[in-house]
């Protein structure tokens, strides 16, 4: 199961198109919102959940993705179990996934400490331990993938498929999506 966690004021694209492409592949995904409802993203289109934060069930995760979205991630930081639910993760090898602004709140917790990563240009000040490859749309190292912006969500989507299913999947969705 993957888990897009959704909080009011996240990049649409940065949610919609990974959970697109990762649902094409046949992969189970969950839209999670902080609360039960619709969530408002930073464009103001409104999205419904399919679940709660309450209700992950982390032993059935194989990827947990935060979006960006300036606001988004604001509203994320506030999640006081965010940081504990990443390090499990982390700690039992499930897959992490941030876009844009998010990869900062892993930064900011630790996660990002020697690794290569990618966030929105301009924000690099905010990726301490990281190292940045800004040159880049997304970036794998272990099994934390980060990506650059909104324009870089189909190639994020994508290499969360070819994380989970692998790189003849991605491409069979890349072939398919005529990207």
Known sequence: ?????LAEGFEESEAMVPADLLRRAGIET???????????????IAVQADMTLGQMDLSRAEMIVLPGGLAGVRNLEKQSGLG???????EQEIWVAAIC?????LAKRG????????????????M????????QKVVVDGKIITGRAAGSAFDFGL?????????????????AIHY
């Open 1 to 5: 199961m993957v888990y897009i966690l």
């Open 30 to 44: 969950a839209l999670v919102g902080l609360e039960p409802g619709l969530v408002k993203g930073s464009h103001g």
């Open 84 to 90: 504990h639910m990443i390090q499990l993760a982390l």
């Open 101 to 105: 602004a998010a990869p900062t709140l």
């Open 111 to 126: 996660f990002l400490e020697g690794k290569a990563a990618v966030c929105y240009p301009g924000m690099e000040d905010k």
């Open 128 to 135: 301490a331990g990281a190292r940045p490859q800004m040159d």
């Open 159 to 175: 290499e969360l498929v070819k994380a989970l299913a692998g790189t003849e999947k991605a491409e069979e969705v890349r072939h």
